[in-house]
């Protein structure tokens, strides 16, 4: 593989990609698993990473790429939620006819960079917010999910040349309707979940986020 190939974008994503498994793996998550492993919905939306990421594949090119990262970070938490998205990416590089290099694209930009700000924005809500269960469902769920793509929208589009053909306010203006469908599906699953599945929820307690009763 000639040398040229680690210049620019691609060394970028390829050092952020690793340090980010790195992190994810130094952690240990699984350790916080129980005998059974994993809940269902966990797996389920991880085996939903490959068909978010490669829908303009597979579909009409014309359409964006969901992320589904913001998702399964508050299911699943962030390290556990990064060590999925490797898997993911190769399955949306065989699946969907990409190179190497744009399937590491997809896999920072749909997937760690969003997940990372997730668990940012996650983190700053506890820490100045109220710990309130409208909070959560509403600051994690709805708000958190559409800051945390639409930042990643707007930094790769400033960061990386637009589609051919297309101008970077019409692909952001794409960007942010995707991200209004991602905080709404985000919101809804964690709303549904709150009420008959906390335990499904890794970033959610009902000691933290439910008042205690007098």
């Not at 998550?29 to 303009?56: R, S, V």
């Not at 269960?133 to 769920?141: A, D, E, N, S, T």
């Not at 990386?160 to 709404?184: C, K, S, W, Y």
Request: net charge neutral; proline share 7%; with cysteine.
């Amino acid at each position: 593989m000639p040398a040229s190939v680690f210049d620019g974008p691609f060394a970028a994503h390829l050092v952020l990609a690793m340090a980010a498994f790195a992190v994810a793996l130094g952690l240990r998550p699984w350790t916080l698993l129980g005998g059974d492993g994993p809940p269902w919905p966990w797996l389920f939306l991880a085996a939903l990473l490959p068909l978010f990421w490669g829908m303009d594949r597979y579909a009409v090119p014309v359409a964006q790429p969901l992320s589904g990262a913001a998702l399964l970070v508050l299911f699943a938490g962030w390290p556990l939620a990064v060590l999925a998205m490797l898997p993911a990416a190769l399955i949306t590089c065989l699946a969907g006819d990409l190179s190497v290099a744009e399937a590491l694209h997809r896999l920072v930009w749909l997937g760690i960079v969003p997940a990372s700000l997730t668990l940012t924005i996650g983190a700053l809500l506890r820490r100045f917010l109220p710990h309130h269960l409208f909070v959560y469902i509403l600051g994690r769920g709805f708000f958190g999910t559409f800051a945390a793509y639409a930042l990643t929208s707007a930094a790769d589009i400033a960061l990386h040349t637009a589609l051919q053909g297309t101008l970077p306010a019409d692909l952001m203006i794409a960007r942010v309707l995707n991200a209004f469908a991602e905080a709404f599906l985000t919101g809804l699953c964690v709303a549904i979940a709150v009420a008959y599945r906390p335990q499904w929820l890794a970033t959610y307690s009902d000691r933290l986020y439910l008042p205690a009763k007098s």
